[in-house]
């Protein structure tokens, strides 16, 4: 059986939780393969809401399987806290819980490797959540890095303080910052011990045995694809792959083993941190998306920026991913509009007009071709099919359609699991 892959078109908050855990029935297996706990997926399941970081979204479904690849990185206590935040609820996720050996860990000190280096860079920072991704993407591709199965070992502890050290060392050049990196150690080796009584595995041989079993495997990508290490909006991107070709490397299945690719979007466009971002919006309607969509970081906590949706940003990924199903959220939140836009080209600074992304996303760009769209103003929270959709709404749906070249599959109308359109 194949792998699917379900991915962010945008630069993260597209509402991949939600749509996963919709899918999940239908899958064996829902493995994270990229990215740690700067992803934030949420899953709103009654009255209770509940935020993912590094877990998958399939743990609220006992019959799936749920792994975390070693393209990820993780931080035991970060993984610590999901876990109890689970138990809490009712929920035991360990039986079917399966963490890759070669999975990346994140100490104490890359969160403040993280934090001292975004200090320094003062008004030029990159938005890093602090969690110590990139330092640990950074001793990964250095070779310097501790993995999931290295606990395991005798001598861990030493292996740990060389690489403690090491990271002390280079801090030097950084500003002083508060972190108590004893207390912080404490509880990074308490959560270590309870890594060791979890599932670890070698991700490579039970991946491709669950393909040779015939299992449906879906593939489930953190951040979103203009966040991409290499294809993003360098460098105000994360560290990892978040595009299709990432699933390959981070969950160790071949490129033919990949099937549908179901890429989603909001129905506009929302930002987290720095960077550019071309059809951002600086008025009240851009207060007021914000506001209808309660769009505040699930990581951070950060109000996200929000503006319209771009279509040569959203052809340019759904070229890179190979976009087969489209998936349309927050489609909700316009219905406070009398009426709303969608960007179609860019105008460069030399009055050239494209429909590709730049080198230089930001810097380019002197203005933005619109489309203006008819609002409805008309709450589409029960709407269970295309049909209950009012016709603006329909009409708006079936231009991403046309503009994308991609068949839509489901519409999001509200943040529970029920709120959701199935398209035939």
Known sequence: MAVDVLLGLQWGDEGKGKIVDHLADSYDAICRFQG????GHTIKIG?????????????????TKNIVGNGVVIDPITFSKE?????????????????????????????????????????????????????????????NGLRVGDITTADFRGRYDALKNKHLQLAAIYPEIEFNLEEEEKKWFIAIDRLKTLKLIE????????????KKILAEGAQGSMLDITYGTYPFVTSSHTITAGVCTGLGVPPSSIKKVIGITKAYCTRVGSGPFPTELFDETGEKLMDEGKEFGATTGRSRRCGWVDIPQL???????????????????LSVLSEFKAGMAYELKGGEKTGHLPFELGENIANIDYQTFEGWKTDIHSAKTISDLPEQAIQYLNFLEKELDVPISMISVGPERTQTIVKK
Do not use: W
């Not at 740690?36 to 992803?39: F, L, T, V």
């Not at 509940?50 to 609220?60: D, R």
């Not at 934090?115 to 250095?142: F, H, N, V, W």
């Not at 991700?203 to 015939?214: A, P, Q, V």
């Open 315 to 333: 052809k340019y990924v759904v070229m890179l991913n190979g976009v087969t199903d489209l998936v349309i959220t927050k489609l909700d939140v």
């Open 83 to 143: 876990l109890d935040g689970l138990l809490s609820s009712g929920l035991d996720c360990s039986p079917n819980l399966y963490i890759s050996k070669k999975a990346h860990l994140i100490l104490p000190t890359h969160r403040y490797l993280d934090a001292a280096s975004e200090a320094q860079k003062g008004a030029q920072k990159i938005g890093s959540t602090l969690r110590g991704i990139g330092p640990t993407y950074m001793d990964k591709t250095g070779r």
């Open 203 to 214: 991700c490579e041989y039970f991946m491709n045995d669950l393909i040779g079993k015939n």
């Open 36 to 39: 740690g706990p700067n992803a």
């Open 47 to 63: 009255k209770d809401k509940h935020v993912l970081h590094t877990i998958p979204s399939g743990v609220f479904r006992p019959e």
